[in-house]
């Protein structure tokens, strides 16, 4: 139980704040010599993650969709064009990880490399402290771009919520409306993930390493939706106060000792 907690926590905390959750999982698997509890619990903690988004974002979601379908809240032509920007910024990690599949499954057996990815994100978020705040809406230039920079933060150590706030801000987006876009376009990738997890372990005729029970397997995915809760509201407030570049130096620190240790 205490592994579960552990993994749950740190998927919970590192999937929302900008410090890289799949870093977080390989390295405190390393560090803290965490044995493999098997492919059901890693999937079931991203889908608690996934839960998370929707309970935050919920008012944003359902007036999306009632506007979509002309029910009220956003106008029909707003909800899709909004629809489609998901659709859009969702098309670069999907190539990247169906074409690299193999290589960024051999990245996260290399606790060094997460370390040297953690310190990329590092710099990147410390250097978004000398960028203005923007003003902008997401249209789908910055659709694309953060786009993009979702597609670089497959690699484990590199931060996806770090890469396309970060993006957002260098294309002067408002800081809410791009966590709102941010996270709202995570959950396109992260279920295709999670469903090609599912296909490939039905693939295999017995599981590498033994399961976790459905018991654990729940209160992990729980526990990662409720830690997951509030890091988002933690991250939105170190937007407002213009204080989210100081996930960096944590970074750099973080990839440095990763890098010394493993």
Same mark, same amino acid.
């Given at each position: 139980?205490?592994?579960?907690?552990?993994?749950?926590?740190?998927? !919970?905390?590192?999937?929302?704040?900008?410090?890289?959750? +799949?870093?977080?999982?390989?390295?405190?698997?390393?560090?803290?010599?965490?044995?493999?509890?098997?492919?059901?619990?890693?999937?079931?903690?991203?889908?608690?993650?996934?839960?998370?988004? @929707? %309970?935050? /974002?919920?008012?944003?979601?359902?007036?999306?969709?009632? !506007?979509?379908?002309?029910?009220?809240?956003?106008? *029909?032509?707003? $909800?899709?064009?909004? @629809?489609? #920007?998901?659709?859009?910024? $969702?098309?670069?990690?999907? &190539?990247?990880?169906?074409?690299? #599949?193999?290589?960024?499954?051999? $990245?996260?057996? +290399? *606790? #060094?490399? &997460?370390?040297?990815?953690?310190?990329?994100?590092?710099?990147? =978020?410390?250097?978004?402290?000398?960028?203005?705040?923007? #003003?902008?809406?997401?249209?789908?230039?910055?659709?694309?771009?953060?786009?993009?920079?979702?597609?670089?933060?497959?690699?484990?150590?590199?931060?996806? +919520?770090?890469?396309?706030?970060?993006?957002?801000?260098?294309?002067?987006?408002?800081?809410?409306?791009?966590?709102?876009?941010?996270? =709202?376009?995570?959950?396109?990738?992260?279920?295709?993930? $999670?469903?090609?997890?599912?296909?490939? %372990?039905?693939?295999?005729?017995?599981?590498?390493?033994?399961?976790?029970?459905? !018991?654990?397997?729940? /209160?992990?995915?729980?526990?990662? %939706?409720?830690?997951? /809760?509030?890091? =988002?509201?933690?991250?939105?407030?170190?937007?407002?106060?213009?204080?989210?570049?100081?996930?960096?130096?944590? @970074?750099?620190?973080?990839?440095?000792?990763?890098?010394?240790? @493993?």
């Amino acid at each position: 139980m205490l592994e579960v907690t552990i993994l749950s926590v740190l998927q !919970g905390i590192a999937e929302f704040l900008p410090i890289s959750s +799949s870093g977080h999982l390989v390295l405190g698997k390393s560090l803290l010599g965490l044995g493999d509890v098997g492919i059901r619990l890693d999937i079931f903690l991203h889908v608690g993650t996934l839960f998370a988004v @929707c %309970a935050f /974002y919920w008012r944003i979601i359902r007036r999306i969709a009632l !506007g979509a379908f002309g029910l009220g809240g956003e106008s *029909p032509r707003e $909800a899709w064009l909004y @629809c489609v #920007k998901i659709v859009v910024s $969702a098309v670069p990690a999907a &190539v990247v990880g169906i074409l690299l #599949k193999d290589r960024i499954e051999e $990245a996260f057996a +290399s *606790p #060094k490399l &997460v370390g040297a990815a953690l310190v990329f994100t590092g710099l990147v =978020l410390t250097a978004t402290r000398f960028l203005s705040r923007g #003003k902008d809406g997401v249209g789908f230039f910055h659709a694309i771009v953060m786009g993009i920079a979702q597609a670089i933060a497959i690699l484990p150590g590199v931060s996806r +919520s770090g890469m396309t706030l970060a993006a957002a801000r260098a294309s002067k987006v408002e800081p809410e409306k791009a966590a709102e876009f941010s996270f =709202l376009m995570s959950v396109p990738p992260i279920a295709g993930a $999670a469903l090609l997890e599912i296909v490939d %372990a039905l693939k295999e005729s017995a599981p590498a390493v033994a399961e976790v029970s459905w !018991g654990l397997t729940i /209160y992990g995915a729980a526990l990662a %939706a409720v830690v997951g /809760y509030f890091a =988002l509201a933690l991250l939105l407030r170190s937007l407002r106060s213009d204080k989210f570049w100081l996930f960096g130096p944590y @970074c750099v620190v973080a990839g440095a000792v990763a890098i010394a240790c @493993c």
